[in-house]
């Protein structure tokens, strides 16, 4: 037995046990301590108090990528957010803008009360009014509309309302609201997002997106993304490419004229010279068919062309060719088509740098195409389906207006099936169309559209525009000219029904106020209820029922308490506590995988397009000579080997590489390559391209200090020797002039551009969005916050908020996939001229008007169409005649 | 009422401060309830003032019975303007109340977004629990209005100073004195701390000569009581902590957290 006595306490023998057990120390760790990391997530404490904060989860909107949230909350006011570990897309991960969201709800610079013009239309002068005095004017100049309407026995009228939107996630509240109010004249903003890539790939597989199994892939070509900080799904998707590129070690190989950070990251970079990665991707087809390296089965059963017409479809496409163009090396091509084509599963995955441009949408079509030909879709590893899942319209739902909207679906753009918002204003100035209530939700055209001072002019002048109600909780340069502003709240303090496909697992998700709307505010939802009523306060206009909702809460209950499987599980309840349905395991702390409760990975569903028709869908079906299965007109299905599988979301439920549809109105129904405008530049003039950041949306967040102070200003990217040859160094001021006029910048000389390209961020050089954007607060007041903001005023260490490129970008749309083309603005730079100064911007409306008119020669009536597709088999004389037809 | 003198100066003492009369040989608790009225009564104005845009009822006080007063203290409306067109009137200061008060890029009236650069923070708290010991409870009538609205935090100290005169009404001394004591502490603490600097920056902005005044007039009254009320340090530090650039945000722990750092 061990006495006291028999203890050495010395030093010495403190340290020799020390030793000892140092040697085996993990065996005596304490099995209560964990690594903090491993606790970390779903769970927040009070700093303070050491209570336990309250968490309710919600979806991200601090940009369009819809993320799993959690909030947490203490005495009523969020204090952090983080991811919820039950999204099985977001996995406990926001990006920045995700967790600085919050800031947004407590910003002193938020609209949380409606106001009033009362100066002249863009004077800022306003008078506060409440939400029932805002929603009775708003609902008097819309009844007054419905009653011209009724007189005139014309429903055509009930397109002068206009709702606009910039990004709208209500879950289809706005067209009940439109459609109960007879109108159809919805207009989104997808054309100056990516609607080109939308339409390179509805008409060829289906649905408007892929989605990549980055994470078990070996081999990835990025064409124009900057998947890591940006681009669609940008949270989910870069992890999972981390997740591939670090834990199963796929290439990644990128095509960027810019070393964006998913450049920086990539094994191999090359800056194809812009609007030319349709010509790289042609050329690795042309590579991989002549070569025998494609899936011949998969081309066969799969699409509907053969391998022997897309050999001579790419005859002209050698990788000599896209040299020529793209500037990238023809080995390099050669070598990276055989790597792909070699290493499975591979994919592609592209956003905006092919397809904001003319013709943006045969390049997306092109880059469909490798993944088809190497028989990557839809297999683990490698180019999939998007995944997403629907929920029901509470009923009665209105149906929609009588008449169709040309604004709308613009007929000169039949194929553009995200309709062609860049080109609203120019209509209405032409007057092809008639405003009497313009509505916007979450728009900042006068920031963000091309040529944006058009916009301003357009919004400014009440002839176009009689009367503009925006709905934002922000005083953005757009929301600055209307006549009545009805703020919405925040997203964490409204609801919204949710589901993104945002990976690999199908999942609903919602918004909910994570607190009560602050200060009573009302969220838009419940403004929509307050309208209608107005509008309609006996009934008699019957479209009161349509929004016969108690609360809004009620509403989300019609939307989820009958799904299956949801409504067993809870319904809305569910959801409100996990914010997500269904949970498809936990993430497991050390791969960041999802796994069930054996520690089980849960896989993916794979392949699909493959799954089986059963008997009685086949029943008194017919198969075609192609092999497609119709049932009552309706393509269901192909058959391959006697096997119905339901197939693509195409009329031959096959892959279509060649688009009949295309050819229809003069456009070449294969993938090609057409050489822009640009590509012809003089020698000295360079090509003018933006590009968003990690920290910021394209507009929105730049009043949130912590991002700001992140990122705040954007001098423009230009290539060493770009700048040599124009004696400008780094920092320099300098002009950048297009057509349009010019802005005055500064220069940033850096290797990671092309030598003919200019680089500008968006997100920078506000001119309203609150006094943060603005840096209003120092050229107003150096010796103290206007408003007391001591953040502000304090930790507001620069005092340069950059300059925005838009009002120099030229009006350039896609006749295909009615995209802006962002990339396509040639310009010149110089040396800034005596007398400019930083910020300075000279624009001309009258320039932007012939920009629309230019553009329009390219729209399939025009004669630069017919010029640029003489290859095409049509009988050029008798195209279809532009018709309107009803959209949305 | 000076109106070129843009800093404060301050006298020693003065009427206001009720409770000195009540010490006084001549008074007695009718000349301090009296004190405690006219108290009651000018902070119920500024904030009135404050809170929300001058309305038609509001208006006809301001031009009728608080006329004599308001005019020997050298608030004077313009007469030919609100006679005139009364209307034009309401509408000019609503306009100018929202710029101001209310709109983005307005001189926020409340003390979280002073002390703490956003709204609805701990001030908040600190309001909320101020107004519920005295039996309150703060409910806005527009959206985006708070408890720390420093028109509302005049309004309560009017409140206080109301209560207390009434406790003086019926001889209970024991509650004026807590009445008073809460109005002090409310007055030193959480208006003492920003709202006169705040008034000084509100009027230096504002461009209607009502709110100018308004704004002049209650820095003046709340540097008067609060000298009378503060020992010199800490009014010293009440003075230093107006002139402030208000405090500095330089660590967040639950930002570091959020950010994985
Ligand atoms: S990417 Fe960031 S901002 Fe966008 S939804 Fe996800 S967390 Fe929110």
Redesign the interface.
Known sequence: MITRNSLNLTRRGFMKLGGTAAAVAASLESRRLVAMEQSLGGKDFS?VTGAERQAVPYTCLACNIEDGGVAFVE?G?I????GNMDHPNTRGKLC?KG?AGY?H???????????QR??KRGE?????I??DEAATILAAKLRQVIDRSEREGDPAIRNEIVFKWGRNRTGGAVSRFMHALGSNTMVNHTNICESSKKVGLEPSWGPDIESCDWANTKYIINFGSNVLETAYFMNPNAQRLVDGVVANKAKLVSFDVRLSNTAGYSDEWYAPFPGTDGAIALAMAHVIMNEGLYDADFVRDWTNVTAEQLIAHLKPYTPEFAEEESGVPARDIRRIAREFATTKPATTFSYRGPCKHLWGAYQEAAIHMLNVITGNVETKGGYCLPRGMGWPQPEPNPPAGKVPSVLAKPPLYPLASHAVSTNVPYMIMKGEAKVSVWMSYYDNPVYAYPSSHLWKDFLTDESHVPFYVSFSP??SETTELADLIIPDVTYLERHDPESMPSGLYPCLSIRQPVIKP?????EFRQTLIDVIRKVDPDEALGVRKYFAFDTVEDWMRAHFDNIPGLKEAGGWNALKEKGVWPIYGKVDQETAKLVDRNGNEVEAEYGLHRKRLSASEIADAEIDVQGTIRKNGHAIGVSINGRGHVGFGTGSRKIEIYKEGWREYGFNPMPVYKRLASREKKPDELVLTTYKVNVHTQSRTSSL??LAELYHKNPAWMNPGTAAARDITDGDLIRVTSPLGYIVTRAHVTEGIHPEVIAISTACGHDAY??LAQL?HREADP?????????????VWWDDKGVHPNPIIRLAVDPIGGSQGWYDTVVSVTKAEPGDMYGDVRVSTEQAMKDYDETLRYAYTGDLHRAAHKEVDVDWDNLPKPALSVGH | MDLSQNTVSPARGGATKCEEAAVSPAGGHGARAAECDALAGLYRFLGRCLEE?VDADFLALLTGPLRPALTEIGLVLDDSLVQSDAAAFL?ST??E???LF???????P?RS?????????EPC?EAIAAYRQAGLEFQ?R?????PDHVGVMLGFVGWLAEREAESLGVADEVAADAWRVRRETFLLEQLGP?APG?CR?ARI?AQHAFYRQVLELTERVLWHDLQALADRRRFKELERLNRR??????YD???R???GL
């Open positions: 700093a005495n006011r204090v952090k957010l983080e920045a967790n800031l709800v407590y910003d002193p610079d938020r609209i949380m009360t409606p106001l009362t100066g800022g002068k306003w008078k506060r409440s939400y922000y005083m602050l200060g009573g505010t009302q200090k912590v609150g006094r209003k010796e103290y916050a206007l408003g007391g903001d001591p953040d502000v005023t304090h930790n | 845009e509408a609503a306009e109340f929202t710029a209310v709109a983005p890029g307005a001189v926020s409340y977004v002073f002390e703490k650069g956003r709204n609805f923070q708290d806005n527009y959206s985006g209005e708070f920003w705040w920056r902005l650039a208000p405090v500095r945000l330089d722990a639950d930002f957290k959020a950010s």
